[in-house]
């Protein structure tokens, strides 16, 4: 019994390494398997994170996402290798661009299944209407600290303003469309912002790696 015990051991690790062997390799695209610390998952058999598994959110105010939800303003929608090469340019140094993930701080946790390496977290109802009338201290603060802009006695001078990538959950969220007209409603030119409509839920379904926060 012994023996026979070990025959099977010893067969199903032969069977487990072939399996390793023969998988496919997951690359970005062709011969390019990362950038700038961003991989998709190696495992064949992989599934999407469970937070994005569900496909009847009710609508409202989970409504499928027009292509440029923005018009007439021409806001560029981007796929996901936009954000990967600005993750790579801002890895590189270039202080033009920001990542920025517009939902609210709970969608962002570990649960939810993290978030993009180097996007900051500034939800969209930091930025909009509401916002203004609340706290406008705090929305200039966003504008200048963060996004790049000069404000002279309630002038906005967005020569210098960042190019930003805007994303939230995917196509049938609506938080980064919130964050894109707000920022239009601001003066933020349409060319500085890049619409990710994929979002997480795309992220994830490509394997793609995600952090913490």
Not at 18 to 45: E, F, H, L, W, Y
Not at 58 to 78: D, K, L, R, S, Y
Not at 79 to 90: F, G, K, N, P, Q
Not at 182 to 195: E, F, S, V
Request: aromatic share 8%.
């Amino acid at each position: 019994m012994k023996l026979k015990t070990l025959l099977v051991g010893a067969t199903s690790m032969a069977l487990l390494a072939s399996t390793a062997v023969i998988a496919k390799p997951v690359g970005i695209v062709k011969d390019v398997m990362s950038v700038a610390g961003i991989s998709r998952n190696q495992d064949n058999k992989a599934t999407i994170h469970p937070a994005f598994a569900k496909t009847s959110r009710p609508c409202p105010p989970f409504c499928i996402q027009p292509t440029n939800p923005f018009a007439p303003a021409n806001v560029e929608t981007v796929s996901e290798l936009d954000i990967i090469h600005a993750v790579r340019d801002i890895n590189k140094g270039d202080k033009s661009i920001m990542i920025i993930d517009a939902r609210t701080p709970v969608w962002t946790s570990t649960k939810k299944g993290g978030t993009i390496k180097g996007a900051v977290n500034i939800p969209f109802n930091k930025l909009d209407s509401q916002a203004v009338a609340k706290d406008p201290d705090a929305v200039i603060d966003i504008l200048t600290n963060e996004f790049g802009v000069t404000e002279q006695d309630g002038i906005f001078n967005f020569t210098k303003a960042k190019t930003l990538y805007i994303f939230c959950n995917g196509l049938w969220c609506g938080q980064s469309p919130a964050a894109i007209e707000a920022l239009l409603a601001l003066g933020y030119p349409a060319t500085k912002l890049k619409y990710y409509r994929g979002g997480m839920n795309a992220w994830h379904s490509l394997g793609l790696s995600t952090v913490d926060k």
